[in-house]
Structures are given as structure tokens and as C-alpha cells.
């Protein structure tokens, strides 16, 4: 059965340091989803994509946020200058069509920032 | 702001007994409404989704929507220690975002 792949699992890095997690949506997909959770938290949108640009994007995406779909099959979400508070599992997520339709979530990265 | 809320439980239930989890949500304008099973330290796993008004069925969990009371449940019928896990409720409206409520924790007692 089709998954989303995240990678990587677990990622330890300095405060201020830039990040790229990476993501391979499910092939036939076209909207693409990044979400986090914060430890004991609730799971919170951040961004969605569609046809090459931003289609939503939540006041947590601000400026140090970029996503991308460098090729057609990554879709990568950048973090220019990470802060304590960016700690989080981040999830991606593909949906195959917008209206109506289920977001297949992947495995997470666990995003540690020291 | 749209919000989703849920009991966060613990529910504790004994094994073979039905679970039931509740879900309410503030914007009339929400479409389709899903469920999600997520074990700790994991990701959400679909679990239903519904979209009209009454009961949907699939297999032992069956979801159950009032659009008029923006009310949805989830209930598990014959409950297994396998399914001890936190239940997220979310909705989605027009936009392509998902809202998530915290989450109801579920344990399944032998």
C-alpha cells in the first residue's frame, strides 16, 4: 500500500541553525500538507501546496518557513533559523485531491533544537 | 477562530466493551470530518471519515455526524487492548486545512 516517507526520524541541531526535512508524498498525490505537534500538544497545520506554489498557510508559517518540491517526488520543508520553540514532530501529509479528501499522514521527523 | 474540542480522558473501558468519543466543533461551515488513531510517539493514522449527516459503518468503528448540533462520535464496538491509543477528532471546511482537537486518550482494559 502507497506511504508517505519522511526523513529524517530524528534530527538533533543548534538554535539558529537551518533545517530541511524532507518528504516523499504518495506518487498519484497532488496537495501536500506540513504539520506539527508539540509535545502533549494538539497536531497544527502549517502549510499546504498545490500545483508548484502555497496554497494556505497558517500564522505559525511565517518567514523562517519555505516549503518545496524540488523534483516530483520531494516535497521539503526548510526552517531558515530554528528556535527552542520549533522543537516538535513534524508531519507530512498528501491528499489526492482537495475537496472532500483524506490527508495520508507519514511517519514524522522529531525535530530537537538545542 | 475554528476550534475542535475534545475530552482529553483519560476513557478507560473494559476489553469487548463499546468505547464512545465525542467530538464538537465550532464552525457551521465545516464539510468533512475525520477520524484519527495515534499511538504515542507516532503519527495520525485515518482511522473514518464522514461527511453526511447519521452513521457510518466500517467494521467495528462506526462515526456518527449532527451537523445542526456540530457534534461527531466515534464508537468502537468490541474494544481491543490494541486499539489503547489517542483518538483526534478533525475538520476540515472549504479550506484544505485539517483543525485537530487535542485528542481523547483511550485504554482498553484486559
Known amino acids: 500500500e502507497p506511504e508517505v516517507t519522511q526523513t529524517p526520524s530524528h534530527q538533533v541541531t543548534q538554535m539558529g541553525q537551518e533545517v530541511i526535512l524532507r518528504c516523499v508524498p504518495i506518487?498519484?498525490?497532488?496537495?501536500f500538507y506540513w504539520y506539527r505537534q508539540i509535545l502533549g500538544q494538539k497536531v497544527e497545520f502549517l502549510v499546504s501546496?498545490?500545483?508548484?506554489?502555497?496554497?494556505?498557510k497558517s500564522e505559525i508559517f511565517d518567514d523562517q518557513f519555505s516549503v518545496e518540491r524540488p523534483d516530483g517526488s520531494n516535497f521539503t520543508l526548510k526552517i531558515r533559523s530554528t528556535k527552542l520553540e520549533d522543537s516538535a514532530m513534524y508531519f507530512c501529509?498528501?491528499?489526492?485531491?482537495?475537496?472532500?479528501?483524506?490527508?495520508?499522514f507519514g511517519p514524522g521527523t522529531r525535530l530537537l533544537v538545542l | 477562530q475554528k476550534e475542535v474540542e475534545q475530552n482529553s480522558g483519560p476513557l478507560s473501558v473494559p476489553e469487548g466493551a463499546i468505547a464512545s468519543l465525542n467530538c464538537t466543533y465550532s464552525?457551521?461551515?465545516?464539510?468533512?470530518f475525520f477520524w484519527y488513531r495515534q499511538y504515542s510517539g507516532k503519527s495520525p493514522e485515518l482511522i473514518m471519515f464522514?461527511?453526511?449527516?447519521g452513521d457510518k459503518e466500517d467494521g467495528r468503528f462506526t462515526a456518527q455526524l449532527n451537523k445542526a448540533s456540530q457534534y461527531v462520535s466515534l464508537l468502537i464496538r468490541d474494544s481491543q487492548p490494541s486499539d489503547s491509543a489517542t483518538y483526534l477528532c478533525?475538520?476540515?471546511?472549504?479550506?484544505?486545512?485539517?483543525?485537530f482537537g487535542q485528542g481523547t486518550r483511550l485504554t482498553i482494559n484486559p
Open positions: 501529509a498528501s491528499s489526492e485531491r482537495k475537496v472532500q479528501e483524506t490527508q495520508y
Open positions: 506518487s498519484n498525490h497532488l496537495y
Open positions: 501546496f498545490y500545483n508548484n506554489e502555497i496554497s494556505e
Open positions: 464552525d457551521r461551515g465545516s464539510q468533512s
Open positions: 464522514i461527511y453526511s449527516n
Open positions: 478533525a475538520v476540515k471546511g472549504g479550506a484544505q486545512k485539517l483543525v
